[in-house]
Each structure stands twice: as C-alpha cells, then as structure tokens.
C-alpha cells in the first residue's frame, strides 16, 4: 500500500478528548477515529498540485497557503498522535494541524485560486506537462490534469467544508 496524504476535520473538543485519552490511557491510545466523512484521502497529491502551481506562476500568497493546507502547522502539540502502538501516521513526518482560524484563512485563499487557469499554464502536451511536474506524475493513469483539477477541488471542498463548521484539520501520511 503506498503511503498517502490524509486530514481529518475535527472539533477542538474531539482532539482534546483524544489528547486526554492518551494521557489516562495504559498504553497511550487516544482513540483516534474521525468519522470517515470527515477525512480525505489526498493521495500524493500535495507535491504535484504545489508543482503545477510553481509551473504556472501562481503568486506567492495563494501558493503559500496551498503548501499550508497540504502540510499544516506545527503549532497544535499533536505529539500524543504520533506515539507507538497508536501513531496515526507511522510512515511519514509526525502529524500537524491547522486551528480553526487558520483553516478559514487557507479556505478562503483555495477559493481565491483559479485552478483552470493553472491547468492552462502547464504545457498542452501530457508528456511535456509530467516531465516538468515530476513527483511521479508521469504514474498518473489518465493524465495530469484530470488527477491535478479532482485533488484540488476536493481539497478546496474539504477546507471550505471545515471553514464553516468551524472545524480544525489534522494532516498526517499513512
């Protein structure tokens, strides 16, 4: 199984319940377990979709937020997450977060960006687009633009989503 990109929506209070599981816990389980349609799959999206972004020159503000919607913050102490035997992402970096407010700063920065128009900018040959892409994008069955539109818009979905439920995201590799 390869090892994928995923985030969860949350409320603070779910992700304190969990903190505060770990802590009473004899063997540190959290209980980690988000409802499944609260968490997205993005596959190894992140490098692809921030390649393409370069690739089309996309200002620095909205790439920014797209590379913190993708690889969260460190600031949310989710190191109770990350823990042997109940580590969430045991493949890839510890987990991060993102609050609440940043959530709705990132949401309304994706719903700024203009993905057709960042498809536009990639070259119109397939083989020419992944080879300036890389990341494996050459991999992708049915071509860069139809995988790269799909995982943007699901993200954008995903943030918008938490933004007006005022959720917090967990993001991890597994």
Not at 65 to 78: F, N, P, Y
Request: proline content about 7%.
């Amino acid at each position: 199984m390869a090892v994928t990109q995923q985030l969860a929506r949350v409320p603070a209070e779910y992700l304190a319940a969990c903190r505060q599981s770990a802590g009473t816990s004899t063997d540190g389980d959290p209980n980690w377990d988000p409802p499944s349609a609260d968490v997205l799959d993005l596959d190894w999206a992140p490098a692809v979709l921030e390649r393409a972004c370069e690739l089309a020159g996309l200002d620095g503000v909205h790439l920014d937020a797209l590379r913190k919607a993708t690889e969260g913050d460190s600031v949310i102490d989710l190191g109770f997450l990350n823990t042997h035997p109940h580590a969430i992402g045991p493949f890839g970096p510890p987990p991060t977060a993102l609050s609440a407010a940043q959530v709705a700063r990132v949401s309304e920065l994706l719903g700024q960006i203009d993905f057709p128009a960042v498809l536009a900018g990639l070259p119109t040959e397939d083989t020419e687009a992944v080879s300036l892409i890389g990341h494996g994008a050459d991999k992708i069955v049915g071509g860069p633009r139809k995988y790269l539109l799909g995982h943007f818009n699901a993200l954008r979905e995903f943030y918008l989503a938490a933004s007006q439920r005022n959720l917090l995201l967990v993001l991890w590799w597994d």
